[in-house]
């Protein structure tokens, strides 16, 4: 029963599925235009803020590599929640059954707050060395 029912979802996912070409009729859309016009004002907002990095510490290595931490320190948190959810889901809800996985999951727990902060601290430091003791 379970080999016939995962040979008709095949020949469903196989006869269901319909291939279309697509083609760009207008190149010069207002839509095209509009996203291009997106990713344009992406990239300068981005060379800018880079730009304001390199003269705030009067350096573009210090610069750029303050821009970098505070890319890292942004995109922590959300990696970071999805991290610990994850770790917990290996603790309290896998690690029930079996206590290598409750180990395992709080090992991963452990290790995934301690980036975070480490990720959230680190700018700061820099900061705090750079500008401070540098003058």
Known sequence: ????????????????????????????????NASTTNLVDLKDKALQSLEDYQVAYGNETYGLA?????????YSIPFGFVG????????????????????????????IITVMVICQVLPLIFAIVVRGWRG
Do not use: E, H
């Open 66 to 74: 303050a821009y970098i931490l505070n890319i890292v320190r942004i």
């Open 1 to 32: 029963m379970k080999k016939a029912i995962a040979i008709l979802f095949i020949f469903l996912f196989i006869f269901g599925t319909v291939t279309v070409f697509a083609t760009n009729t207008q190149q010069n859309s207002p839509k095209s």
């Open 84 to 111: 610990i959810v994850l770790a917990a889901i290996y603790r309290y809800v896998i690690g029930i059954r079996k206590l290598d996985v409750q180990d395992k999951g709080f090992g991963v727990l452990v290790a």
